[in-house]
């Protein structure tokens, strides 16, 4: 993620463009990792409305920060912010988990995810900029991450539905390794697919060949995804909220760093 955002400021400053296509390669890894403990952040939370709520402050401090950096600083028209992604689809797949009403209502961030892959289609095909829609408010990873966040999600009720067809059962294998595997493979295989369709989207008109180029390389992050064991690592408070920190905190050093230069 780090490489990734260095990346973007080097390219907005024209200084290497070589060296920031490597970084910008290195951090396409982030994201589908980002995903991965979304979902298992969505499915094992005991009060989603906290974990919205941090999700949410986070990108309201970073929407702050685009907006000073955009209009006070520097043209960086098209930084889009992930932690917009996280909590659209995160709003999502706790909406789809109630299985009751409330599940009607994921169309509402569904829908503005596709809104925001339309307007930047229409960017990029019309070469113009959508005023109305400004791109801090836009999901910049849209149909990716909405692919990669319901491919996890229910990779888990299929790899059960899997085991259960190969003679396996399932009470047996329930919370074990073996359950592990089944659905670490269904979501490297999610990765995998969700990569296709945004090629395939390419295609049409406003289609960015160039997004799809970079984020193919975030099929690497399968490796490190089918090495996950499901159990909950080092979680200290520190730590947690530390790491919600580190985003706003390192775009702000890298920022002050690229303006200084």
């Not at 941090?54 to 920060?65: F, K």
């Not at 685009?66 to 659209?88: A, E, K, R, T, W």
């Not at 706790?94 to 169309?107: C, D, H, M, T, V």
Request: hydrophobic share 55%.
């Amino acid at each position: 993620m780090t490489f990734d955002h260095v990346a973007k400021f080097m390219y907005f400053n024209e200084i290497s463009p070589q060296i920031a296509d490597i970084l910008e390669i290195l951090g396409r890894l982030g994201f589908p990792l980002f995903i991965l403990l979304l979902v298992e952040g969505v499915r094992h939370t005991k009060n989603f409305g906290k974990y919205a709520l941090r999700l949410g402050i986070l990108a309201g401090l970073i929407l702050i920060g685009q907006i000073v950096i955009h209009y006070c600083f520097m043209d960086i028209y098209g930084f889009y912010s992930p932690i917009i992604d996280l909590l659209l689809c995160g709003v999502t797949l706790y909406l789809l988990k109630q299985k009751n009403r409330l599940s009607f209502l994921a169309i509402l961030p569904i829908a503005y995810i596709i809104l925001s892959f339309v307007v930047m289609s229409i960017e990029n095909s019309q070469d113009i900029q959508v005023l109305w829609f400004p791109f801090y408010l836009r999901s910049g990873y849209n149909i990716f991450a909405l692919l990669l966040s319901l491919g996890f999600f229910y990779a888990y009720p299929l790899a059960k539905i899997m085991m259960k067809n190969f003679g396996y059962g399932v009470d047996q294998l329930e919370g074990t390794s073996y359950e592990r595997l089944f659905v670490n493979i269904l979501m490297c295989f999610v990765v995998f697919i969700s990569v296709l369709i945004i090629y395939l989207l390419s295609f049409i008109p406003g289609g960015d060949v160039y997004y799809i180029a970079h984020e193919a390389y975030a099929m690497c992050a399968v490796i490190f995804i089918f090495l996950y064991s499901g159990e909950l690592g080092y979680n200290k408070a520190w730590f947690k909220y530390g790491a919600y920190a580190y985003f706003p905190l390192h775009i702000a050093i890298i920022f002050v760093i690229f303006l200084l230069i």
